[in-house]
Structure formats: structure tokens, C-alpha cells
């Protein structure tokens, strides 16, 4: 098995570049090494967190007193199957990107619109990663687990993962599972989804827009907000949003509208009764436009969802920020906020 090492900084495996060491940490470049170590941490009583590329975790300044096992076997293989659809399965170490990439260049359809979303393969299923009107929920065939109480691999069918908005059962049950690949079922031909209006109206000059276009198009939508990963970005230590968009029954959301004075507040439909608030909204409208610093954090001056490390910033310094909005926009305007990425090893602060 792969050395384990000791004392191993966590900050530059994670786009947000914050927090302290593992005590331990291993690479596992194949499933072999994932269970190894996983048998590892248990004969000496060890907690385990998982890592993939790093861009929705934030790793406590304390680090974590455990086992970090990187996950990042590689591999892809694409293949027909019945009614027509391209399976694609992809090992959980592959880059997400990547994959949409290559399923577009062989003209196969439903993951277009997830393009320039970082990380590695092995992550999507756990938040059912979305943007412009797809997420991967919508393609998922089946997911290749170990189940960390057997340590047996088994399948998950698209219904036994449980997904929600930002949401399924591996984020709601973070030690159940360790990732080992993930099956979408694509559709070869198929024009691009066009359900997200900005992409829709960004594509508007073509009858019938490509899936290289819609691709084009939405990597151009998401690097004017600095959603994409690039060295030159000085928004770029983000863990994308920092909050999820909170969904809340209809009455909440007039409620909401009447509270910050607003003709016209963005809310979408989020099934029957439901609606989806913009969080960034809501935390402008809380008195926290972009660019807002405080020290070396700050908001994204491209996005007000995404908190920002300035450069040299602590995870206290982060956290202190996500709760003043928190509050900012509880107390203002009656909405709890809860982040997105998560805290590696620890349960968010409760905010009193
Ligand atoms: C600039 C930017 C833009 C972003 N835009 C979007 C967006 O549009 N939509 C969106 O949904 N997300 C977005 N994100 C968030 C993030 O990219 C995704 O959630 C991504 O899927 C995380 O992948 P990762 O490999 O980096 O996972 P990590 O950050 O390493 O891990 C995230 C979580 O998944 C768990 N995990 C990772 N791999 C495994 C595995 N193999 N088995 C079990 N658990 C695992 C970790 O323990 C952790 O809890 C963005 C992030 C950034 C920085």
C-alpha cells in the first residue's frame, strides 16, 4: 500500500488554501490503497475523512486528528447501452471537466451545462453538483461505493443515493461511504439543455446551439463570476458558493420580499408550494455587496455567494465572516443561511 504519511498540510490540497495539517494522510491512486488505509485507521481507532480536489471543503485551523485519504484512482470508459444512451463510469479520481469535455466531444448530452465545475468525479454525487439547469442527478446511473462499516464494494442505484438540491444521502451520512466511481447515463445526439434562462439568452443568436457551444457558453457565463479556477483571478481562493440557495414555503418568500422593501426579488420555483431564494441576493441585500473585506477574507468581487481567502487568511477568519452574514441576513430578513462546502471533520458552528 501507498506510504501514509504524517503532518501533511491540508491548505494547498483545497482551492480555498485555508487550515491545518492531518496527522495522517495517504494518496490512493486505486481502490486497493482506499481500503487498505481505511483498514489502517481502524486497527488504531483513527477518525477518516476523505478528500477529492478540494474545492467544497474547509479544512479547520486545527486541522484533522485522523486519517485524510485522497481519493484519486483514474479512469473512464465509455460504453452503448440499452435505449440508446452512452454510459460513461468514471473512476472517482477522474477531473470532473475533463469528463464533461470528452462526453461532449463524442456529441453525447446531459452533463453540458456542468462544465467548468472543479474537482474530481468521486465528489459529484455527494453534493448532487448542479448549475444552469442540470445537475448530476439527472444522469447518474449507479455509484460504486465501499461501505465503510463492511468494507465490502457494492452499487448504488440513482434512487439509494437519496439526491436533494445540493444534497444526498453520502452528504447526509458522510461516513457511510468512500466513493470509488460513478456511472451517468448520456444521450448521444441529444441538443444541449437550455432550462437556465442567462444560458438560454447567451445562446439565443443560434437556431440550434451545440453541445460545444452551450459548453463555450457556459464557461464564459461562469468566468465573468469567477467560477472557474484560474491562476490569475484574484477571487480565485474560493470554494465556489458559500451558501446554499434556501428553499422555503411561499408565504416565507413574500415574507422575505416585504422584509428588504423589494418589488421584485429573484425566486424560482422549487416544486409544489416551494420557492428557491437567490442566497446572493439575499446577502447583498443584508449590506454585503461584493468585494466586502473584512481583513483578509472577503466576498468574491465577481459573485456575492462565494467567500474569498485575500490571501493569508486563517479558516477562524473565514467562519467569523459566514456567521456576521448569517446573521446579517437572519436578523434582516428572517432567512437562515447554511453553507455549502463542508467542514472536514467537524460539524459546522451552530450560529446562535
Ligand atoms: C470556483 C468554484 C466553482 C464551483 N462551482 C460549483 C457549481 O457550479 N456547482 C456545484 O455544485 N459545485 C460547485 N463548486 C463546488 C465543488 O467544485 C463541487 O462540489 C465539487 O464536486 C467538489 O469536488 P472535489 O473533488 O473538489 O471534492 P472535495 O472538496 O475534495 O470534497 C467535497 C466533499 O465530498 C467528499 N468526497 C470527495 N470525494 C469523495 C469520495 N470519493 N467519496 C466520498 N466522499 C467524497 C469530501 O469528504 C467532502 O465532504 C465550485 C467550487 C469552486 C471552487
Not at 486519517?67 to 440499452?82: C, M
Not at 469528463?99 to 472543479?118: K, N, Y
Request: with cysteine; glycine share 10%; net charge neutral.
Amino acid at each position: 500500500m501507498t506510504a501514509i504519511l504524517d503532518r501533511v498540510p491540508l491548505a494547498p490540497l483545497t482551492t480555498l488554501e485555508v487550515g491545518g495539517a492531518a496527522r495522517h494522510f495517504v494518496q490512493a491512486n486505486d481502490d486497493a490503497t482506499v481500503l487498505g488505509a481505511l483498514r489502517w485507521a481502524a486497527e488504531r481507532g483513527l477518525p477518516v475523512a476523505i478528500l477529492g480536489g478540494g474545492s467544497n471543503v474547509v479544512v479547520p485551523d486545527a486541522g484533522f486528528d485522523g486519517l485524510v485519504i485522497r481519493v484519486a484512482p483514474r479512469g473512464r470508459r465509455f460504453e452503448d447501452a440499452a435505449g440508446g444512451l452512452v454510459t460513461l463510469t468514471a473512476a472517482a479520481g477522474e477531473p470532473w471537466d475533463e469528463l464533461v469535455a470528452a462526453a461532449i466531444t463524442r456529441g453525447l448530452a446531459g452533463i453540458e451545462c456542468l462544465s467548468g465545475i472543479p474537482g474530481l468525479a468521486g465528489a459529484t454525487p455527494i453534493q448532487n453538483v448542479g448549475a444552469y439547469g442540470q445537475e448530476v442527478a439527472d444522469t447518474i446511473r449507479a455509484v460504486r461505493v465501499l461501505d465503510r462499516a463492511t468494507l465490502q464494494v457494492t452499487e448504488l442505484d440513482a434512487a439509494a443515493c437519496g439526491f436533494g438540491y445540493r444534497d444526498s444521502r453520502f452528504k447526509r451520512d458522510p461516513e457511510a461511504f468512500v466513493v470509488l466511481g460513478v456511472t451517468f447515463a448520456l444521450r448521444p445526439g441529444a441538443p444541449p439543455a437550455l432550462r437556465y434562462p442567462e444560458l438560454a439568452a447567451a445562446l439565443a443568436s443560434s437556431a440550434t446551439p451545440t453541445l460545444a457551444e452551450a459548453r463555450a457558453a457556459v464557461l464564459a457565463l461562469r468566468a465573468r463570476k469567477s467560477m472557474v479556477l484560474r491562476a490569475d483571478d484574484p477571487n480565485r481562493r474560493s470554494a465556489g458558493s458559500f451558501f446554499t440557495n434556501p428553499i422555503v414555503d411561499a408565504a416565507a418568500a413574500d415574507e422575505v420580499a416585504r422584509r428588504a422593501g423589494a418589488l421584485q426579488m429573484p425566486r424560482f420555483p422549487a416544486g409544489p408550494g416551494r420557492v428557491k431564494l437567490s442566497a446572493g441576493w439575499l446577502i447583498e441585500q443584508a449590506g454585503f455587496p461584493r468585494g466586502t473585506r473584512r481583513g483578509p477574507v472577503g466576498i468574491s468581487t465577481a459573485h456575492a455567494l462565494a467567500l474569498v481567502n485575500l490571501g493569508g487568511a486563517r479558516t477562524d477568519d473565514l467562519l467569523a465572516l459566514a456567521a456576521e452574514i448569517v446573521a446579517a441576513v437572519r436578523d434582516r430578513l428572517g432567512v437562515t443561511l447554511a453553507p455549502e462546502p463542508v467542514l472536514l471533520g467537524a460539524a459546522w458552528p451552530t450560529r446562535a
